[in-house]
């Protein structure tokens, strides 16, 4: 069972929500706005559904607000399928959307395929060059100076990391880390390797490489 939390402001749509999403065993607890997401929920949660359009605090918002509080995927629910909107949730730390209308089958596989990604806990540490992986802890640090992800970019870059030379296409990626099709969601990878660029690129790391029209890599050690 784990404890979800969906802040969305149609009444109607929280209901749907809750009763689908009970019928797997979570516990699930429903807001109208973001703006009544506390700190304790965020400490409880193992999963939240953000509405991106909501008064009183859209998902933006709300996921800006709590990210630091938060250690859970941020799933945005959006009528908003411009990219650039795309960009600006996963850019706030969000890990997957999912566009309005949906299917309560794909809204149910989505948040389970993310919390079975949660409960992996590999037992070990790796290496790459200066960068060091705690696979158990879910944390990267360079030389010392750790590098601030999301368990999303963390799940990514522990994928990539773990087959160095090996390509892989934004819906392989997708698939392997969430464990569901990623069929459409090419823009939620691609922004979140930017991310990761950018973070790494803090520590003097840039070692995912772009494969032109295929996809990407991790950059094997001594080339």
């Known amino acids: 069972m784990a404890h979800i939390i969906a802040a ?8 749907l929500l809750k009763t689908a999403l009970e019928r797997d065993g979570h516990q699930v607890t429903v807001l109208s706005c973001g703006g009544e997401l506390t700190e304790k929920h965020c400490r409880w949660a193992d999963c939240i559904l953000l509405d991106v359009m909501m008064p009183g605090g859209d998902g933006f918002e709300t996921c800006r607000r709590i990210r630091e509080l938060a250690d859970c995927p941020i799933l945005f629910l959006t009528a908003k399928t411009a990219e650039a909107d795309v960009i600006t949730g996963l850019g706030l730390g969000g890990d997957d959307y999912l566009t309005k209308p949906f299917r309560l089958a794909e809204l149910r596989a989505r948040v389970n395929a993310h919390l ?3 409960s992996r806990t590999p037992r070990s540490c790796l290496r790459r060059g200066e960068l060091d992986f705690d696979l158990t802890g879910q944390t990267v640090s360079c030389r010392g100076q750790a590098v601030r992800l999301t368990k999303s970019e963390f799940a990514i870059c522990q994928h990539l990391a773990l087959r160095p030379g090996q390509t892989f296409t934004k819906e392989q990626l997708y698939e392997a880390v969430f464990g569901f099709d990623g069929t459409g969601d090419d823009s939620a990878i691609t922004e979140h390797i930017k991310n990761i660029r950018a973070k790494l690129r803090t520590v003097g790391q840039e070692p995912v490489e772009t494969v032109w029209g295929v996809g990407y890599k991790w950059k094997k050690e001594g080339l």
Do not use: H, I, Y
């Open 8 to 15: 969305d402001d149609d009444a109607d749509l929280r209901t």
């Open 116 to 118: 079975r990604r949660q």
